[in-house]
């Protein structure tokens, strides 16, 4: 997975209780996304990195790294909510926008 890899949401369970003040829409599952940056893990080494998907912004605080300092990052997702796709061998159904989707990805700008 890399920054603009294009990506199925497999898990939009268990948020932390205050999510709510890191993001103002979530990833549903079953929506398609692409990938904006990810994120290595500065709060545990050798931690899995982070993801950000296009249209979902995340709030900017500051964590503590593992080796001490302080750092600005934006909130991101863990990898592991989403999995990698290729529209052109797997078969998926690309998704309209509904009442539960927030920004799914639409055929014609896939590969703009």
Do not use: Q
């Not at 500065?42 to 998907?53: A, D, E, M, N, T």
């Not at 296009?54 to 991101?76: A, D, F, M, Q």
């Amino acid at each position: 997975m890399k920054a603009g890899s294009i990506v199925i949401c497999i898990d939009d369970s268990n948020w932390v209780h205050d999510i709510s003040e890191y993001f103002k829409i979530l990833p549903v599952r079953g929506n398609i996304y692409r990938i904006s940056a990810i994120h290595p893990n500065y709060s545990r080494k050798g931690g899995p990195p982070g993801v950000s998907v296009e249209g979902i912004v995340g709030k900017i605080h500051e964590i503590k790294t593992y080796w001490g300092s302080h750092l600005p990052i934006e909130c991101h997702f863990r990898m592991n909510r989403f999995r990698e796709i290729d529209l052109l061998s797997d078969n998926v159904e690309l998704l309209g926008e509904t009442e539960d989707s927030k920004f799914p990805i639409e055929k014609e700008n896939v590969f703009s």
